[in-house]
């Protein structure tokens, strides 16, 4: 009987010791979950970052190719106004002379 007793006792402390382990697993097993939670969100914010920039890169393309357009314009329309200013010199250089 005693025997009996004392397998008993030792399947009830494997046992515990098996449910301890697995408790410790679990554990293990929700840190890991946390831990990957957290390199998800922060991932999460750099794509979002990396989004916000990427607009902000677009937009910032957008108002640079109105300004080149405007500059062109603008050089064009100088360009007009020394050939025409070049003109007049050249004739009242000529009337001058004459």
Do not use: H
């Amino acid at each position: 009987m005693d025997l009996r007793k004392i397998i008993e006792n030792n399947e009830k402390t494997l046992e515990l010791e098996n449910l301890e382990n697995l408790e410790n697993d679990v554990k293990d097993i929700q840190e890991i979950y946390k831990n990957i939670n957290e390199i998800i969100d922060t991932q999460g914010e750099k794509i979002d970052n990396i989004v916000d920039n990427m607009e902000k890169t677009n937009n910032n393309l957008d108002i640079t190719t109105d300004e080149i357009i405007k500059a062109e314009k603008y050089f064009q329309s100088y360009k007009k106004y020394a050939y025409i200013l070049t003109g007049l010199s050249i004739i009242g250089t000529i009337l001058i002379i004459i």
